[in-house]
């Protein structure tokens, strides 16, 4: 399996909601990544995991809250967004903490109205 | 500043073609230079480069590191129209840090 799979693949969500997404891979990587693309920009790193702690957060707001449950999988929690929050929201992992080859996911296209 | 510069940043090319993608990097301390391919959505992991000179091959695909004129190309022959993406070369300066992104060459195969 060298798959990170993501959910859900589309959402729309309001201001005032609170939301999830999630992420999987049974790579046995050790490293996985939360990305926010805009369209026509190259992927922006918005949090590492490094062995299922927090090793990076790239001044994301606390609106965006990563959690990390096991070795498999990444949840990003939603909480107050604002339109500009709309983005397509990558997932990626890695066999270990040194970005290299990353896998990504197909990614959750996020709508905030 | 530490930055990536890909060129073109759009190319049209019939299928049949030969192309070469750029990627140039400034060296604030070098690990590895990636190359990735991004249709719709997922990036999906083409090279790793680490070494100058040695050329990484995948089918119709290849590229090669020169760490001294500090650049990548990414080559591909015989283009399809399944090859229509847009090509990233991100950079790792080690460490740990985050990957430096260029704004990728968006590569449109016609029949």
């Known amino acids: 399996d060298t798959e990170v799979t993501q959910t859900p693949k589309h959402l729309v969500m309001g201001m005032t909601n609170k939301k999830s997404l999630k992420c999987e891979q049974h790579?046995?990587?050790?490293?996985m990544y939360w990305y926010k693309q805009k369209a026509k920009k190259p992927p922006e790193l918005m949090f590492v995991?490094?062995?299922?702690?927090?090793?990076i957060n790239e001044s994301v707001p606390s609106r965006f809250s990563p959690e990390c449950p096991n070795s498999s999988l990444l949840n990003l929690h939603l909480h107050a967004l604002q339109p500009e929050d709309s983005a397509l929201y990558l997932c990626?992992?890695?066999?270990?903490?040194?970005?290299?080859?990353?896998?990504f996911g197909s990614g959750t296209q996020l709508s905030v109205l | 500043e530490d930055k990536v510069v890909q060129s073109p940043l759009s190319l049209v090319v019939h299928e049949g073609d030969t192309v070469t993608l750029n990627c140039s990097y400034e060296?604030?301390?070098?690990?590895?230079l990636l190359w990735y391919k991004q249709e719709k959505k997922a990036p999906t992991f083409l090279f790793m480069l680490?070494?100058s000179g040695i050329e990484k091959k995948s089918g119709r695909l290849s590229s090669i590191l020169d760490k001294k004129e500090l650049f990548s190309i990414l080559n591909i022959t015989a283009t399809q129209t399944g090859d229509s993406a847009v090509y990233l070369c991100?950079?790792?300066?080690?460490?740990?840090?985050?990957?430096?992104w260029g704004l990728g060459t968006s590569l449109a195969v016609n029949p």
């Open positions: 990626a992992s890695s066999p270990l903490p040194t970005n290299e080859k990353l896998f």
């Open positions: 790579m046995g990587h050790r490293a």
């Open positions: 995991y490094s062995y299922e702690k927090l090793s």
């Open positions: 060296v604030t301390n070098f690990r590895s």
């Open positions: 680490t070494s």
């Open positions: 991100p950079r790792n300066a080690g460490n740990n840090r985050k990957l430096i």
